[in-house]
């Protein structure tokens, strides 16, 4: 009985954590092409 309760908590947990794991690679990805793109257009510094 007990593990029939947990299986729903272990796939919203699951869904939770991979989407805010997906959350900060796409944030990551879009902060590199804002850096990359000032850089280019800018000639600004890509550690600033």
């Known amino acids: 009985m007990m593990n029939l309760l947990m299986y ?3 796939v919203l947990f ?3 954590g991979g989407g805010s794991s997906i959350a900060i690679m796409v944030y990551l990805i879009v902060v590199l092409a804002q850096k990359i793109k000032n850089k280019i257009k800018y000639g600004a510094s890509l550690y600033d």
Request: charged letters at 0%.
């Open 8 to 10: 729903p908590i272990v």
């Open 14 to 16: 699951a869904l939770l």
